[in-house]
């Protein structure tokens, strides 16, 4: 599954430009340099915790994530900021993830800390929504990481850079 793809599809992109202000091209360019970190994070919080994340998703409402962001009604952009600590552990690593995304993408590094949660909240319902509900998420997250491994490449080398540094974070909790 191409989740920038899927993004756009499904007005993802165009959400995330409405809700910072932006343009969808800067939506676009800063979706596309956070997503590898983001799915990474999903996978290796899947990878070392298990179902616990598939419940925590669950519990903030699955695949109605995605609708909150696409809704009318002002995005809860706290149920992102859950999810963030849940795949990276602290808001350091967040931090992280968006500065090395700003040296990407070319998109501010304050505009990605807003886009960060509400994003985190697309690609959880997203993945929530393919997958079925809880129990079902390692699959899809097998496959859009296989996907985006040998895909486009999208973001350069921020999956490892956030390899390195949630390896650190994952070690001490």
């Given amino acids: 599954m191409d989740i920038l793809q ?26 596309a340099a956070l997503l590898p970190s983001l799915v990474d994070g999903f996978g290796q919080s899947h990878a070392t915790a298990g179902t616990a994340l598939d419940t925590r998703l669950e519990g903030l409402g699955g695949e109605a994530l995605l609708g909150n962001v696409l809704g009318p009604q002002p995005t809860e952009v706290a149920k992102g900021n859950d999810i963030l600590g849940q795949i990276f552990g602290s808001k350091d690593v967040s931090r992280e993830v968006a500065g090395h995304a700003a040296q990407s993408s070319g998109v501010s590094q304050e505009t990605l800390k807003k886009m960060l949660p509400i994003l985190a909240m697309l690609v959880g319902g997203l993945l929530m929504k393919r997958s079925g509900g809880a129990g079902g998420l390692g699959g899809v997250l097998g496959s859009v990481l296989g996907g985006m491994a040998g895909g486009r490449g999208m973001g350069g080398g921020l999956g490892s850079v956030l390899g390195s540094v949630l390896g650190g974070q994952l070690g001490r909790r």
């Fill in 6 to 31: 899927s993004l756009q599809s499904s007005g993802g992109i165009d959400a995330l430009a409405d809700q910072l202000g932006i343009d969808r091209a800067q939506a676009e360019q800063g979706a």
